[in-house]
């Protein structure tokens, strides 16, 4: 499958994610691109057959939080996603409030199917990433 994934990181954390879900991917034959918000080759995505966004959390840490704003004018400026998969994931410190169903509505209003949604507290792709690339065929 050829799969793209693009962060919006400003201290490291969600790029260090990002480049450890591609080379969770590649482990498993995928061909994956890396690439941030603003080095994003959208004829390189719109290629993909699987779509990963990721951000890092921005809020007030208990309230109000939200992907950040690259993230957001990135998924903006996509054409039409039909027929495409994606998944959504976020780095964060305390709590995501909405910032995962945000990123995943924007990316259905552009008629992508979201197929993974995945949050990680640091820079490891724990929680069931592991799983779902193995899952990917
Ligand atoms: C201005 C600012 C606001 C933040 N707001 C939140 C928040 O509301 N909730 C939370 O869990 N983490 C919050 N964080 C923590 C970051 O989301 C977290 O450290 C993230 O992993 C940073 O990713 P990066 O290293 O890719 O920039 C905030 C960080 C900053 C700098």
Redesign the pocket.
């Known amino acids: 499958m050829n799969i793209v994934i693009i962060y919006d990181?400003?201290?490291?954390?969600?790029?260090k994610a990002a480049e450890a879900m591609g080379k969770t991917f590649e482990d498993q034959g995928h061909t994956c691109r890396v690439q941030s918000v603003v080095q994003a080759d959208l004829a390189d995505v719109l290629e993909a057959d699987l779509i990963c966004v990721g951000s890092?959390?921005?809020?007030?840490?208990i309230i109000r939080?939200h992907p950040t704003e690259g993230t957001m004018q990135f998924i903006e400026q996509l054409g039409d996603l039909s027929g495409k998969n994606a998944v959504v994931f976020c780095?964060?410190?305390?709590?995501?409030g909405s910032t995962l169903r945000q990123m995943a509505k924007a990316l259905e209003g552009k008629g992508a199917k979201v197929v993974g949604q995945f949050k990680y507290r640091?820079p490891e792709p724990n929680n069931k990433f592991p799983s779902f690339a193995a899952s990917l065929t």
């Open positions: 990181s400003s201290t490291g954390t969600t790029a890092w959390v921005k809020g007030l840490f939080q780095t964060y410190k305390l709590a995501i640091g």
